[in-house]
């Protein structure tokens, strides 16, 4: 039951399950069960991007300008970012790695989370351009009340895998008593312990960036802290990526293309699955209501951004099977936010996807002293 | 052979949709036809609809999971007349 970094059982990758079957042991892509894994990873290396090429410095005069509650909407935001992509830099690889069996699967897991650590670097990029020292920031995101709730309910789940797959990959199956605590550990408790964790992550990739992301593009809507708005653009169409990915393992298990034994969890436990997600949608509101407590901003309050994440819980749960729970709220209450979301690679009219200082390198960073007000230089 | 076919959506008037010009996304846009998409190139699954039916070819492959009875219009132009929900 141990792991194996190089499992020297021979088995046909063909064959096995994408969770909880035998380690992968050859990182071999010319035969493959689940192919779209593979065209993932391409597409995701394809969206390759660094932060320091993102000219932010012209951000810092526009942060000056803002109001008070204004900088409490976006610096929470970047604390909330800061947040999820710390718990999805490491997760997918330390709960998910220890699992796999499929070599395609694996691959995938990896680079996901190799961009999610871009992801976290370029919150320090931004932070370090706007404060001379961002550790009070950064150091918030364990204190701060509203942060921890949502961090605890994200990493629950994924904490309860890893918990179970050690035990069952030290112990094996049966009976395990830690600290006066039974536990039985059973394939089938963990495969439903990795249902429950995947639906999770698909709900935090689904909607619990949304609310964030649309006061990002309601400040570039003012020409307001552009270059923070053309990261969180390359990190929005990281996201859908991802998203895609777990979509695609739900789905699997639910029309019973992958494990059968997951297609019987996925339908015993969909209500559970419902719930996670409404929760999340029953968060994001909340996280809205935090933001604009001291006052809203132009062009966004409080019920538009509730409005926006029933709008964008109806897709997301679509896609993965259940009927759109927000029957009014089918059409899009933010329709600005759409050219945001819009994959580079596709030709729309410039004037409609360009935000003015998008593209790398050619910023106009003309900046006199006067516009720098009082900072030190 | 013709190109151009009818499509329905929400149960709507019939639309003329001309297959060689620009994916189903963009005919029923020009249409005036609010839709939803992010990506706009087939993986994000936003656009994401239901074909009541009729038949669509794909023009890039789509790497959002497509559920049956599923289409994705960003990436696809139709092949017959179209009864689709959206
Ligand atoms: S808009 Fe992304 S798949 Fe169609
Ligand atoms: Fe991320
Ligand atoms: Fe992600």
Same mark, same amino acid.
């Given at each position: 039951? *141990?792991?194996?970094?190089?499992?020297?059982?021979?088995?046909?990758?063909?064959?096995?399950?994408?969770?909880?079957?035998?380690?992968?042991?050859?990182?071999?892509?010319?035969?493959?069960?689940?192919?779209?894994?593979?065209?993932?990873? $391409?597409?995701?290396?394809?969206?390759?991007?660094?932060?320091?090429?993102?000219?932010?410095?012209?951000?810092?005069?526009?942060?000056?300008?803002?109001?008070?509650?204004?900088?409490?909407?976006?610096?929470?935001?970047?604390?909330?970012?800061?947040?999820?992509? *710390?718990?999805?830099?490491?997760?997918?690889?330390?709960?998910?790695?220890?699992?796999?069996?499929?070599?395609?699967?694996?691959?995938?897991?990896?680079?996901?989370?190799?961009?999610?650590?871009?992801?976290?670097?370029?919150?320090?990029?931004?932070?370090?351009?706007?404060?001379?020292?961002?550790?009070?920031?950064?150091?918030?995101?364990?204190?701060?009340?509203?942060?921890?709730?949502?961090?605890?309910?994200? *990493?629950?789940?994924?904490?309860?895998?890893?918990?179970?797959?050690?035990?069952?990959?030290?112990?094996?199956?049966?009976?395990?008593?830690?600290?006066?605590? !039974?536990?039985?550990?059973?394939?089938?408790?963990?495969?439903?312990?990795?249902?429950?964790?995947?639906?999770?992550?698909?709900?935090?990739?689904?909607?619990?960036?949304?609310?964030?992301?649309?006061?990002?593009?309601?400040?570039?809507?003012?020409?307001?802290?552009?270059?923070?708005?053309?990261?969180?653009?390359?990190?929005?169409?990281?996201?859908?990526?991802?998203?895609?990915?777990?979509?695609?393992?739900?789905?699997?298990?639910?029309?019973?293309?992958?494990?059968?034994?997951?297609?019987?969890?996925?339908?015993?436990?969909?209500?559970?699955?419902?719930?996670?997600?409404?929760?999340?949608?029953?968060? $994001?509101?909340?996280?809205?209501?935090?933001?604009?407590?001291?006052?809203?901003?132009?062009?966004?309050?409080?019920?538009?951004?509730?409005?926006?994440?029933?709008?964008?819980?109806?897709?997301?749960?679509?896609?993965?099977?259940?009927?759109?729970?927000?029957?009014?709220?089918?059409?899009?209450?933010?329709?600005?936010?759409?050219?945001?979301?819009?994959?580079?690679?596709?030709?729309?009219?410039?004037?409609?996807?360009?935000? !003015?200082?998008?593209?790398?390198?050619?910023?106009?960073?003309?900046?006199?002293?006067?516009?720098?007000?009082?900072?030190?230089? | 052979?013709?190109?151009?076919?009818?499509?329905?959506?929400?149960?709507?008037?019939?639309?003329?949709?001309?297959?060689?010009?620009?994916?189903?996304?963009?005919?029923?846009?020009?249409?005036?036809?609010?839709?939803?998409?992010?990506?706009?190139?087939?993986?994000?699954?936003?656009?994401?609809?239901?074909?009541?039916?009729?038949?669509?070819?794909?023009?890039?492959?789509?790497?959002?999971?497509?559920?049956?009875?599923?289409?994705?219009?960003?990436?696809?132009?139709?092949?017959?007349?179209?009864?689709?929900?959206?």
């Amino acid at each position: 039951m *141990s792991y194996s970094t190089f499992n020297q059982e021979q088995n046909n990758p063909l064959t096995e399950p994408m969770f909880l079957g035998n380690s992968v042991n050859v990182a071999r892509y010319d035969q493959q069960k689940h192919s779209i894994f593979e065209k993932l990873i $391409e597409k995701q290396i394809s969206f390759f991007w660094r932060p320091e090429e993102i000219d932010v410095s012209r951000d810092r005069i526009d942060f000056d300008k803002l109001t008070a509650s204004e900088k409490h909407v976006f610096i929470s935001n970047l604390k909330y970012q800061t947040l999820l992509d *710390s718990i999805q830099g490491r997760s997918p690889n330390i709960a998910l790695l220890p699992i796999v069996s499929l070599p395609e699967l694996e691959t995938w897991i990896e680079t996901w989370s190799f961009f999610e650590t871009i992801h976290s670097r370029s919150y320090t990029h931004i932070l370090r351009n706007l404060f001379s020292d961002p550790s009070e920031v950064f150091e918030d995101i364990v204190i701060n009340e509203q942060i921890k709730i949502r961090a605890n309910d994200i *990493s629950q789940y994924y904490d309860d895998l890893i918990f179970y797959t050690q035990l069952l990959q030290t112990h094996g199956e049966g009976d395990v008593v830690i600290d006066g605590e !039974t536990h039985t550990i059973t394939k089938r408790e963990i495969k439903k312990k990795l249902f429950l964790c995947i639906n999770s992550v698909n709900a935090l990739e689904a909607i619990r960036f949304y609310v964030s992301f649309a006061c990002t593009f309601a400040f570039a809507e003012r020409e307001l802290m552009e270059g923070n708005a053309k990261i969180i653009k390359l990190i929005a169409r990281d996201e859908n990526v991802h998203l895609t990915s777990t979509q695609h393992i739900l789905n699997l298990w639910q029309y019973g293309e992958d494990d059968p034994e997951m297609k019987e969890i996925a339908e015993e436990l969909r209500d559970e699955a419902y719930e996670i997600f409404m929760t999340a949608v029953k968060q $994001e509101k909340q996280w809205a209501h935090y933001l604009f407590k001291d006052g809203s901003m132009i062009g966004l309050n409080e019920s538009m951004l509730c409005q926006y994440v029933e709008y964008i819980a109806n897709l997301r749960m679509q896609a993965i099977g259940f009927d759109a729970p927000f029957e009014n709220q089918r059409s899009n209450p933010l329709p600005w936010m759409n050219k945001y979301l819009v994959s580079d690679n596709v030709q729309v009219a410039p004037q409609e996807s360009e935000i !003015t200082s998008y593209l790398v390198g050619q910023i106009d960073s003309e900046v006199n002293a006067s516009d720098l007000g009082d900072f030190d230089l | 052979m013709t190109n151009t076919f009818k499509v329905k959506v929400n149960g709507g008037p019939e639309l003329a949709v001309d297959a060689t010009e620009g994916t189903l996304l963009e005919a029923l846009e020009k249409h005036q036809l609010e839709m939803n998409y992010h990506c706009r190139s087939g993986f994000c699954g936003a656009c994401r609809s239901t074909l009541k039916s009729g038949k669509v070819r794909y023009t890039t492959e789509p790497l959002a999971y497509v559920r049956k009875g599923d289409i994705l219009p960003c990436c696809c132009v139709p092949e017959s007349d179209l009864d689709l929900d959206h």
